[in-house]
C-alpha cells in the first residue's frame, strides 16, 4: 500500500536545522585543524549534535501525529482512556487493555477499579499486550507510519482534548488582550500541576514563542498588564521545572531578555520569578554560558541590592549557580558583585547562600581585592564567632585564608582577632575538615610573621 502523503516538514525546524548543521561544521572544522583545540569546543560540537538528534526525532514525532490525523485507526488500537492509537498497550487484572501511561495516571489518581467494566483491581501490576501490540506494528507499517518507542510518545498521558485544549490556549495568545490574560492565567496553572502540559510545550518549536507573544518587541511594555507579564513569565518557570525543556526554553530567542526585563520592571512575584526561572535553567552548563553572555547578572545583581525578602533566596540562588563557571565569575565581579553581598552580609541577610557565593567568587584576584578595600576581614570574623553553621564557618575561613595570602596588610587584623577571642585556633581545633586546614594555614603564617619580628 502506497504511504500516505503529508506536507513538508515545518520551515522552523528546517532551518533551526540548517543553522546547526553549519555551526556544527565550523566546530568540526576547528577541531581538525587545531591539534590543541580546547576542550570547551569538543563539547560544543557534542551539544549541536545532541540539538540536531533531538530536532531529527522532534520532527519524526509530528510527521507520526501528521499521518495520524489524516487516518481512523481500528476501534479495538484505541486506549479507552485517551482515544488515541495505543503504543505501550497493557492488560490490567480484568484483562482490559490500556495504553500505559494513561492507565498509570489513573491509577495514580488513586483509583483502585478498571474504567471500562468499573470492577475493583485485585492487582495493580500491568503486563504487556505483546499480541495488541504487533498487530498496532503491523497497521502503523502499512500505512508509512513510525510507532515510537513504547513511552517515548504522550509519556506523561496527554490526551487528545488535552491537546486539543493546549493548542487553543496558545492560539489565544494572539488574540485580544483579554483572551490573552485568560489563557495565560490557565496554561500558568496548567503547567503547575501537570507535568503533561509542561511536555507539550516540547513538541514544537512555535509553542514558546506563542506563549511569549504578548510580551514580543511589537507590544510596547508600558501596555503590558503586570498580571499578563508575570502569568507569562511563571509559566516560563514551570515550563523550565521540566529537564528535557531547558535547552529548548533558554535557547528559544527572547527568553532570556525577557526574563531579563521581567526583573527590572516586573512586580515582585514576577521578579523571584524570573530569578528563579534563570536559577532552574542554569542547571545546564550550555545555559550558564548562554545566560552569562545574555548579561543577566547585572540585573540579578541589582535586584540582589534592592532586597526584597520575597526575591532574595531565589536571586542568591541563580547568582550562585551562574558563577560555577569562571567566565561568569569575572562578569559578577565588574557588576558589582563583590560590594552588593558584602553589605547584605553585614547586614545578616541571607547569610549562609552569600557566604557562599562571596567563597566561589573568591578565587578571582579582584574580588579578594575589593573584599579587601570593603572590610570583608573583620566581618567574617564575626560570623565565624556567631555562627553556628559550619559550612558557614568554612567558607568564611577559606576567603581570609585567601585574603591572608593575597594581601599582608590583612595580618594584623587577623593576630589580633586570634588575641582577643581565639577565633582562628577554635576553628583550627572544631571546624570541619577544610576548615581546620584553612585556619591551621593562617595560623602557621602568622606564627611565622611574629617569629620573623622578633628575629629581625
Known amino acids: 500500500m502506497a504511504k500516505t502523503g503529508v506536507s513538508d516538514s515545518d520551515p522552523?525546524?528546517?532551518a533551526k536545522a540548517t543553522e546547526l548543521k553549519k555551526e556544527l561544521q565550523r566546530l568540526v572544522r576547528a577541531i581538525l585543524d587545531d591539534e590543541d583545540c580546547s576542550t570547551e569546543t569538543i563539547d560544543r560540537a557534542k551539544e549541536k549534535i545532541c540539538a540536531?538528534?533531538?530536532?531529527?526525532?522532534?520532527?519524526?514525532?509530528?510527521?507520526?501525529?501528521?499521518?495520524?490525523?489524516t487516518l481512523t485507526c481500528p476501534e479495538e488500537f484505541r486506549c479507552p482512556l485517551s482515544k488515541e492509537l495505543m503504543r505501550?498497550?497493557?492488560?490490567?487484572?480484568?484483562?482490559?487493555?490500556?495504553?500505559r501511561p494513561f492507565i498509570q495516571k489513573w491509577l495514580k489518581a488513586?483509583?483502585?477499579?478498571?474504567?471500562?467494566?468499573?470492577?475493583v483491581l485485585f492487582h495493580t501490576i500491568l503486563t504487556p499486550n505483546h499480541l495488541v501490540r504487533e498487530l498496532i506494528s503491523q497497521w502503523c507499517k502499512s500505512r508509512g507510519i513510525e510507532l515510537s518507542d513504547p513511552g517515548f510518545h504522550?509519556?506523561?498521558g496527554i490526551t487528545v482534548a488535552e491537546r486539543e485544549h493546549f493548542l487553543s490556549l496558545l492560539e489565544k495568545m494572539s488574540l485580544t488582550n483579554s483572551e490573552q490574560k485568560l489563557a495565560a492565567k490557565e496554561l500558568r496553572l496548567l503547567t503547575k500541576r501537570m507535568p503533561s502540559f509542561r511536555a507539550l510545550f516540547g513538541e514544537s518549536l512555535d509553542a514558546i514563542p506563542q506563549l511569549l507573544n504578548p510580551l514580543s518587541e511589537s507590544n510596547p511594555q508600558s501596555d503590558i498588564h503586570p498580571d499578563l507579564q508575570e502569568d507569562v513569565i511563571t509559566t516560563l518557570l514551570n515550563l523550565s521545572i521540566h529537564d528535557n525543556n531547558k535547552k529548548l526554553v533558554a535557547e528559544t530567542p527572547n527568553v532570556i531578555p525577557l526574563l531579563m526585563e521581567a526583573l527590572r520592571s516586573g512586580t515582585v512575584e514576577t521578579r523571584t520569578n524570573a530569578a528563579a526561572a534563570l536559577f532552574t535553567l542554569s542547571?545546564?552548563?550550555?545555559?550558564?554560558a548562554l545566560i552569562g553572555k545574555s548579561g543577566a547578572l547585572k540585573p540579578l545583581i541589582d535586584l540582589l541590592e534592592e532586597g526584597h525578602p520575597i526575591a532574595m533566596k531565589d536571586v542568591a540562588s541563580a547568582i550562585f549557580t551562574l558563577c560555577m563557571t569562571t567566565e561568569n565569575k569575572v562578569r559578577a565581579v565588574g557588576d558589582g558583585a563583590v560590594r552588593v553581598i558584602l553589605k547584605k552580609i553585614m547586614d545578616r541577610v541571607h547569610v549562609d547562600e552569600l557566604v557562599a557565593i562571596l567563597a566561589m567568587l573568591s578565587s578571582h584576584q579582584k574580588a579578594i581585592e575589593e573584599m579587601g578595600e570593603l572590610g570583608a576581614v573583620p566581618c567574617l570574623l564575626s560570623i565565624i564567632r556567631e555562627s553556628t553553621c559550619g559550612r558557614n564557618k568554612e567558607?568564611?575561613?577559606a576567603i581570609l585564608h585567601t585574603i591572608c595570602l593575597?594581601?599582608?596588610?590583612?595580618?594584623?587584623?587577623?593576630?589580633?582577632e586570634e588575641n582577643t577571642h581565639g577565633t582562628i585556633s577554635d576553628l583550627a581545633e572544631n571546624g570541619t575538615s577544610r576548615a581546620k586546614r584553612k585556619a591551621s594555614g593562617i595560623l602557621e603564617r602568622l606564627n611565622r610573621s611574629v617569629h620573623i619580628v622578633h628575629t629581625s
Do not use: M
Open 12 to 14: 522552523t525546524v528546517t
Open 52 to 69: 540536531l538528534k533531538e530536532l531529527k526525532l522532534r520532527g519524526k514525532r509530528a510527521l507520526s501525529l501528521k499521518l495520524l490525523e
Open 88 to 99: 505501550d498497550p497493557v492488560l490490567v487484572a480484568t484483562g482490559q487493555t490500556y495504553d
Open 110 to 119: 488513586g483509583n483502585r477499579t478498571c474504567p471500562v467494566t468499573q470492577q
Open 154 to 156: 504522550n509519556e506523561e
Open 283 to 288: 542547571a545546564l552548563d550550555s545555559n550558564k
Open 395 to 397: 567558607n568564611c575561613i
Open 406 to 416: 593575597h594581601d599582608r596588610t590583612k595580618w594584623k587584623e587577623l593576630k589580633e
